[in-house]
C-alpha cells in the first residue's frame, strides 16, 4: 500500500476512533424535584416526570416532526439539505430567520444550552452524531418530548398537556397537539396563555405542513381547524414562584425533596400587600413592586415576591439591577463614623463643587435647599444629598465601592471613575436582593453573610463588614424619627411602633422606589416601580415602596413585637447641643443625648449671650436669613484646594467664578494681579487673595483644567 494511502487510511482510523470515543451526552432523567415551604407544605413540584414514548398521542409525535424535522428518520443526526437552506435564507434575510437543527440536535440543546458560536454549534452537531449511532430513533423521540419547553415553565409534553388542556400526553387531539407542537420554536412568541392569536396561527401552520406531507387527509385537516381549544392553567395558583426559581439555580441536580426557607403563610400574605399597593398607584405610572424578607438570626429567606403577576410578568424584580436612589447612603455614613465623625458631627449643607470627568458636580438637596450646619445624624435621617456627598468626597470613591463590593453589592462592576460621587447617591445599579442582604449586615452588627434557601444548609460564607459599634450608630440614626422628621414629618408610613431603622430611596425621574430597613429579627426589602421603566408621577420612595415596607413589617411582629436595638460595649452617652453637637454651654437652647465612641471635649461655641452667631462657612447661607455671622474677611467661594474644569462644549464667556468673602468690601487679586469678582477661568494652579481696605488678608488655593 502507497504512503500517501497508508496515511489517508490511519487519519480516517483515528477520525473514528475519535468520534467513538466522544462522550455520550447524559439523557438519564433527573430525579423527580419537590419543594416544600419551612413547614412541609408543598411550594412545587416538577411534575415534568418522563413517560414513555407510547404514552404519548402520536398526533403529538407526527405534529412535532412536521414542525421541526419532517426528515427525523432520514438523517444521522445532522439533516445537511436543511441546514444548507437555513444557511441561505438566513444570509439573504440578514438576520437569523431559519434554524435548521434536528430534533436530535435541539435534544442536545436541552442538556447543554444553546450553542452560542460556530464552534458550540458544530459540537453539538458532532454530539448530535454521536447520539445517533448510541439510541434509537424512537428513543431519541421520547427523550426531546419529555424536555422540550412548552412555555409557562412547562417542560415535556406530559407536563404540557395536563397544563394547558387537563389532560395526559395520551390522550391529546390532533388540534391540541398541533397547538403544542407549535410552542418550542418560540416559547415566548408563542405562549397560549399571553399570545393565543399567535399561537394559533402556529397551529395552523403544523396542521398545513401536515396536510401538504400527506400525514392527514382534507377532512382531519379541517376538522382540526374547527375545534374549539379553550386555553387555561390546569393548576393551582403558584405560591412564590421567582423564590422557587432561585431555589433551583442553586440546587444539584437530583435533589429530590427539599425543604425551603419559605413561610408560605408569610409569603401568601406579602403577595397580597403588593398586589394592593400596586394596583392603588397604576394610575400613577407604578405596575411593578418586589419584596424580599430575611431572618437576621440565620439568614433565612422567609419571603420573597419578585412580582405582582407572575401570569404576566416573569422578570424577577427582585434579582433585577435598578439605581437605589439615597438607599446606598447609610454606607457612605458607616465609613465617615469609622473615619472619626461621631452622629452629632456638623456636616455642611452648603452649596459646593467638585471638578470631574464630565464637568462641574454640584449636588443639591431633594427639597431644593441648603440647610447650613446639620449633624451627620439629621444629614442621614433626612436623607440630605449634600452632606452624603461631601461625606464620600471624604472617605473616597474608590474605597467606599470596595465597601460596597465587601458588601455584597456585585452588580456594582464599574470602575470608581465611572460611578464618582454619585455613587452614594445611588448612581449604580443594584439588586433588591443584594441591597436586602446588605442591610441585613447592619442588622447583624455589621456581619455581611449569604442568604440562606433550604433548611439544614447555613451560609457558607461570612465577612465583617462594619464594626459592631458603627453598625449600632448607623442602626440607632435610621430608627430616630425625629431626625427624619425635617424630611419626613412625624407620621409618615416609616413610623412605626417598634424599633425599625428604615431607609428610602428615589432614583432619577421616579423611575425606582425602594424602602429597606430591619428591626432586630427581620430585614425587609421593598423596589416598586414602572417594570419597562420610564417615569412615574411624583411617586417617591415613601409614597410607593413605603406602604409596602410598613404592612410587611407589622405582619412579621404581629404576634410578637422585637427587642429594641442594644448597644455594643464602647458606647457611651453624652447630653450635647442639639444645633452644634459639641458640650452644652450656658446659652445653649435645646440639648439631647448622643452617643459616642470617644465623647467629645469640645463646649459650644455657636450660642452666646445675644444668640446663635455662625461661622464664617455658613454666612451665604445665614446673612439671607438674617442670622448672625462672626466679624471678620472670609473668603466663602471658593473654598481652599477647590478644583474646576473648563467644559470645551461652552461659551469660555461663560465659565467665571464667582468669588465671595464675607467680612465687608473686599478687593481680588489672583497670582498677584488685580481681578473682578466674576473671574474668567484660566487654567492652571492659582492664589487667590481678599484683602480689605482696612488691610486684612485671607487667601485661597485652587486649581484650573482644561477638560
Known amino acids: ?131 445517533e449511532r448510541s439510541l434509537s430513533k424512537p428513543a431519541i423521540l421520547e427523550h426531546y418530548l419529555n424536555r422540550v419547553p412548552y412555555s409557562n415553565n412547562t417542560f415535556g409534553a406530559e407536563s404540557a398537556a395536563r397544563f394547558y388542556f387537563g389532560r395526559p400526553a395520551a390522550s391529546l387531539s390532533l388540534a391540541q397537539a398541533a397547538l ?86 408569610l409569603q401568601r400574605e406579602v403577595e397580597g400587600i403588593v398586589r394592593t399597593q400596586v394596583e392603588l398607584l397604576r394610575r400613577r405610572g407604578l405596575d411593578g413592586a418586589a419584596v424580599v424578607v430575611l431572618d437576621n438570626a440565620g439568614g433565612e429567606v422567609r419571603a420573597l415576591v419578585g412580582s405582582p403577576d407572575f401570569r404576566r410578568n416573569q422578570v424577577d424584580l427582585s434579582d433585577s439591577p435598578r439605581q437605589p436612589g439615597s438607599a446606598l447612603k447609610p454606607f457612605t455614613y458607616g465609613m465617615a463614623l469609622e473615619s472619626g465623625l461621631t452622629p452629632a458631627s456638623l456636616i455642611p449643607d452648603l452649596p459646593v463643587h467638585y471638578a470631574t470627568s464630565t464637568g462641574d458636580f454640584a449636588p443639591t438637596n431633594y427639597d431644593g435647599t441648603f440647610h447650613g450646619p446639620v449633624r451627620l445624624r439629621t444629614a442621614l435621617a433626612s436623607s440630605y444629598n449634600v452632606p452624603a456627598v461631601r461625606l464620600a468626597h471624604r472617605v473616597g470613591v474608590a474605597p467606599l465601592l470596595q465597601r460596597l463590593h465587601k458588601l455584597g453589592l456585585d452588580s456594582l462592576d464599574q470602575s470608581a471613575r465611572h460611578y464618582g460621587l454619585s455613587l452614594t447617591l445611588g448612581g449604580g445599579e443594584v439588586t433588591l ?152 454651654g450656658a446659652h445653649c437652647q435645646g440639648t ?34 438674617g442670622l448672625p455671622v462672626e466679624a471678620g474677611l472670609h473668603i466663602q467661594f471658593p473654598q481652599d484646594g477647590d478644583t474646576f474644569v473648563i467644559d470645551p462644549r461652552l461659551d469660555r464667556r461663560y465659565q467665571t467664578l464667582q468669588l465671595q468673602a464675607s467680612g465687608g468690601p473686599v478687593h481680588w487679586t489672583i497670582d498677584g494681579l488685580p481681578v473682578e469678582a466674576d473671574w474668567p477661568l484660566h487654567p492652571g494652579p492659582h492664589r487667590i487673595q481678599a484683602r480689605t481696605p482696612e488691610g486684612a488678608t485671607q487667601e485661597v488655593h485652587i486649581t484650573v483644567r482644561a477638560y
Open 1 to 131: 500500500m502507497r504512503p500517501k494511502r497508508r496515511w489517508l487510511l490511519g487519519s480516517l482510523l483515528a477520525l473514528g476512533l475519535a468520534f467513538y470515543r466522544l462522550p455520550m451526552p447524559d439523557v438519564t432523567p433527573a430525579n423527580r424535584l419537590e419543594l416544600l415551604d419551612r413547614q412541609g407544605r408543598r411550594l412545587r413540584a416538577d411534575d415534568n416526570l418522563p413517560v414513555p414514548l407510547q404514552q404519548i398521542s402520536p398526533w403529538l409525535v407526527q405534529s412535532t416532526l412536521a414542525a421541526e424535522d419532517q426528515r427525523f428518520y432520514a438523517h444521522w443526526g445532522v439533516d445537511a439539505p436543511a441546514t444548507l437552506a437555513a444557511a441561505y435564507h438566513n444570509l439573504r434575510a440578514g438576520r437569523v430567520v431559519a434554524g435548521g437543527s434536528t430534533l436530535t440536535q435541539q435534544l442536545i440543546a436541552n442538556l447543554n444550552g444553546r450553542p452560542r458560536g460556530w464552534l458550540e454549534k458544530a459540537w453539538q452537531s458532532l454530539q448530535a452524531l454521536r447520539l
Open 180 to 265: 403544542l407542537a407549535g410552542i418550542p420554536r418560540g416559547p415566548d412568541i408563542y405562549n397560549p396563555l399571553l399570545h393565543f392569536e399567535k399561537a394559533r396561527e402556529r397551529q395552523h401552520w403544523v396542521l398545513k405542513r401536515m396536510l401538504t406531507l400527506a400525514w392527514i387527509d382534507t377532512d382531519q385537516y379541517r376538522q382540526a381547524l374547527a375545534e374549539p381549544l379553550p386555553i387555561k392553567a390546569h393548576h393551582d395558583p403558584l405560591l412564590a414562584p421567582h423564590f422557587c426559581r432561585q431555589v433551583e439555580r442553586r440546587l444539584p441536580p437530583g435533589s429530590g425533596r427539599v425543604q425551603t426557607t419559605l413561610d408560605g403563610d
Open 433 to 584: 436582593l443584594e441591597l436586602t442582604r446588605a442591610y441585613m449586615a447592619l442588622a447583624n452588627g455589621g456581619q455581611w453573610r449569604a442568604e440562606v434557601w433550604v433548611r439544614g444548609r447555613p451560609a457558607q460564607t461570612s465577612r465583617r463588614v462594619f464594626s459592631p459599634q458603627t453598625a449600632f450608630l448607623l442602626s440607632d440614626i435610621l430608627k430616630d424619627p425625629a431626625a427624619r422628621a425635617p424630611a419626613f414629618g412625624h407620621d409618615s408610613v416609616l413610623a412605626l411602633p417598634f424599633d425599625c431603622a428604615v431607609k428610602t430611596g428615589t432614583s432619577r425621574e421616579y423611575s425606582d422606589n425602594w424602602t429597606l430597613g430591619y428591626s432586630t429579627r427581620y430585614t425587609v426589602g421593598v423596589w416598586a416601580g414602572p417594570i419597562a421603566g420610564g417615569s412615574m408621577q411624583d411617586v417617591s420612595g415613601v409614597a410607593g415602596a413605603g406602604p409596602i415596607f410598613r404592612e410587611v413589617m407589622l405582619a412579621l411582629h404581629r404576634s410578637r413585637p422585637p427587642q429594641p436595638f442594644t448597644p455594643p460595649p464602647g458606647l457611651v452617652k453624652r447630653r450635647v447641643c442639639s444645633a452644634s453637637g459639641q458640650l452644652p
Open 592 to 625: 439631647l443625648s448622643e452617643w459616642f465612641t470617644r465623647p467629645t471635649q469640645e463646649t459650644c461655641a455657636m450660642h452666646r449671650a445675644s444668640g446663635p452667631v455662625y461661622g464664617h462657612d455658613y454666612a451665604g447661607w445665614a446673612r439671607p436669613q
